[in-house]
């Protein structure tokens, strides 16, 4: 047990709204004048709202974390308590030898056709040809396309509030922050996220680079997986969000469990002008600290499609550039091949089992 004293520092978050500022923010969603046939349903809803909010109402139902929690009576949101279930669910039939080997194909990009850009994205036809080539080496394929976020209703990537650097045991698994009612923080996606990650055997991250780094969606995506690298699958263990009770847990000496390590990992990043190295290399890093395994180095591609061309054209540049689709296909040759031969136990990752001096 550690001697070193606890101690939470406080100090930085604002207070409460006001009524007013309240409901200013509330009635935002009602700007479209043909809500004001319904404008006294409107203020009945705000009341509500407010109340949820004053009161803090984060989780409005709960029930009993049960037999297995460290506090089984502590009263757990029943959405947290549905979306872990669906994860462990998900995790065995991962492990399951005869379950047919399945890759995640990851679309990186905020464009789609959808919504401003009005056009497909050059990252969304490099899915595809990846697709094409699993699909025909016997693979189930999965797509998430994140561009979604910017076009799909409602359809939300919450930020990461940065639980873990509080304590490691602070950070729940699956993610416990989302969504919280009282501040409207609702259809948030990433347990539909988790749960596609938890039954991959194999990812391929596919992106282009936005300002030499990853576009906004897929950062968001990136920065609420933490939980997947050291989380804590028991919120009752530290009463919810006690910042205290975790500190003291990982003093303790805590496990860091890495809940997505053991699967292959593919890469694919593409630019125009600069900057693809740099974010090749901090996927890959991201990916291999959770304790993914990388298909090879012809599985690790950044290339420039278009360079220094006009924007207008790239889709025309993506065209003639033969040997970077046929590089793409080899990304998804390779990890097919490393799928196999994890699963048959003929490759895995060389580090594991040996004790990290430093854990984090």
């Known amino acids: 047990m550690s001697t070193i004293p606890i101690h939470v520092r406080k ?39 407010w109340d949820g ?22 009263d757990l949101s029943v ?4 979306a872990s279930a669906r994860l462990r669910q998900a995790a065995h039939i991962q492990a399951q030898a005869g379950t047919p080997s399945r890759v995640l194909l990851i679309a990186g990009s905020s464009r789609n ?14 899915t595809d040809l990846a697709r094409s080539v699993l699909d025909g080496a016997g693979m189930e394929t999965d797509v998430l396309d994140l561009s979604r976020l910017t076009s799909e209703y409602e359809r939300i990537i919450y930020p990461c509030k940065g639980c873990v650097s509080t304590a490691m045991p602070l950070c729940h698994w699956p993610c416990s922050c989302y969504p919280n009612h009282s501040l409207g923080q609702v259809n948030d996606c990433m347990n539909d996220i988790y749960e596609q990650w938890v039954r991959a055997h194999a990812v391929i991250l596919l992106a282009p680079t936005y300002w030499y780094q990853s576009p906004s969606p897929l950062k968001l995506m990136m920065d609420r997986l933490v939980c997947a690298d050291g989380g804590n699958p028991d919120p009752s263990s530290t009463s919810g ?66 360079y220094y061309q006009p924007y207008a ?24 091949t490393a799928v196999r031969q994890v699963r048959e136990g003929r490759m895995g990752r060389p580090d594991d089992g040996l004790k990290d001096p430093r854990p984090k």
Request: proline fraction near 5%.
């Open 313 to 336: 054209t790239s889709h025309d540049d993506l065209d003639a550039d033969h040997a970077v689709q046929e590089e793409v296909r080899n990304v998804a040759r390779a990890v097919a």
């Open 11 to 49: 100090g930085q978050a604002p207070g409460k709204l006001s009524r007013e500022q309240f409901r200013e923010r509330f009635l935002r969603r009602f700007y479209d004048p043909a809500f004001r046939a319904e404008q006294a349903a409107i203020e009945r809803l705000e009341a509500i709202a």
């Open 113 to 126: 056709d959808g919504t401003c850009p009005g056009e497909i994205s050059k990252t969304w036809r490099l």
């Open 79 to 82: 959405e947290w308590k549905a």
């Open 53 to 74: 909010y004053r009161n803090s109402r984060k989780a409005p139902i709960t029930e009993k974390a049960g037999p297995g929690a460290a506090d089984p009576d502590y």
């Open 241 to 306: 969000k006690d910042p205290s009770k975790a500190k003291q847990l990982e003093l303790a000496g805590w496990p860091y469990p890495k809940h997505l390590a053991g699967r292959v990992y593919g890469l694919v990043v593409h630019g125009d002008v600069a900057g693809i190295e740099g974010q090749r290399r901090a996927l890959s890093d991201w990916l291999e600290w959770m304790g993914l395994i990388a298909a090879g180095a012809s599985a690790r591609l950044d290339r420039y499609v278009g």
